[in-house]
């Protein structure tokens, strides 16, 4: 078996994290100059590992292994949400450094913009598997301030620089080490995860039409709120979706905004941004025709209109039983009976290269669960048994064929 160099590994993280730190954790929104200055960073240590690094014209770096085959890719994403975790994706990317280190023959990649800081969705790893047009990236935007995506490249320097593709057939498949993102494994006292699929993301906008008014000269009875419209409908939601769900299935309002938003005026309107998740296409399709029938219902009962529009909407990604039971023996092989198999709750670039290659992911604990804030964490301890147990699975499969045919 392969000697992982877990002092070498942790060492990259730490001084990835360094760069745009902010409090324990980082700041490197895709684009700006922290994110920048980290895949300089990781193109540097990627040739000192061996590989031929390049940077592609949506800021995706992949360092190639420059012998023969059969390879593996291993990666994830190097930048953060806003003020949030130093492991959310740089974890993947730098066990892929440490896989190479070792002498693994693996590709390294660090897709852009997985953290959809522009609207584009999983830019990167879409890109790469031939997914987003020109089109898109001409309509893209900054999902904070507006930025198009457009001017976010020129200014970072990747403006006429061709976008890359994953080469068919030369990869066994593709590897994710991934933080939880969740209690599960640490309620549980385990240590890993083999991910068993990916869930899928569908998000909608909502928007309530009412009527704008003076708040003390409207009586009650007169008034056509669209807040209290958006209220009520979030609350049928709620009540109803756990009828209707799965298992593992989540539902989030992640924003509703009130126009005109001051405290003396009716709102005349509301917009409601919100998704749910599941790894099971026809959970979700009950949850959608469910949501649609709450909306027809409220605009049955309310007096202010409520419109349902599609925002985006994936597939959810089975991970490769092949690669999977190469993750599960070697988990087992160097910390049995501490691991276990589970869905996804979050979406990765995993499941956009399964389209192409056989996926798989290894979760190791998030420290309280938490994920996407800057104390998110996990023991080095951890960290470190995670990436040996992914070197020991690319060994297998790269030596033993653990693995489905690659598309």
Known sequence: ????????????????????????????????????????????????????????????????????GPRLLVGSHI????????????????????????????????????????????????????????????????STDGTPLRDALQAAGLAGLPRMR??????????????????????????????????????????????????????????RDAGLTAVRLLAAID??????????????????????????????????????RDVSVAVLERMEATLRALIRESNRRERCTATLEEISRNSPALCDPGLMGALSEAAEALCPGCWQTMPSGAGHDAQNVAKVMPSAMLFVPSIGGISHHWSEDTKEEDLALGVRVLGAAAERVLTGGKTSAAG
């Open 166 to 223: 994953l080469e068919a057939g030369r990869y066994r498949g593709f590897l994710e080490m991934h933080i939880e993102q969740g209690t599960q494994l640490e309620a549980t006292g385990l240590r890993l995860g083999i991910v068993t699929g990916i869930v899928a993301i569908w998000q909608w906008r909502i928007v309530i039409e009412g009527a704008q008014d003076h708040a003390g000269g409207t009586t009650m009875a007169e008034r």
């Open 1 to 68: 078996m392969r000697a992982i160099d877990t002092q070498a590994f942790l060492k990259d993280l730490h001084d990835l994290r360094a760069i745009g730190r902010f409090r324990t954790g980082v700041h490197r929104p895709t684009y700006s100059p922290q994110d920048m200055e980290s895949r300089r960073w990781l193109m540097r240590r990627l040739e000192e590992c061996g590989l031929d690094p390049a940077i592609d014209g949506v800021g995706t770096v992949l360092g190639r292994h420059r012998g023969e």
């Open 239 to 276: 009540q109803a979706f756990p009828q209707v769900c799965g298992e593992r299935s989540t539902w989030t309002t992640g924003r509703i905004t009130l126009d005109p938003g001051a405290p003396s005026i009716i709102p005349g309107r509301a917009e409601i941004l919100f998704q749910f």
């Open 79 to 142: 930048e953060s949400q806003n003020e949030a975790g130093w492991l959310d994706g740089a974890l993947g990317v730098v066990a892929g450094l440490a896989l190479a280190r070792a002498g693994l023959p693996v590709d390294v990649v660090a897709f852009a913009d997985e953290e959809g800081h522009f609207d584009v969705g999983f830019l990167g790893s879409r890109s790469a598997i031939g997914e987003v047009t020109e089109a898109e990236i001409d309509g893209g935007r900054n």
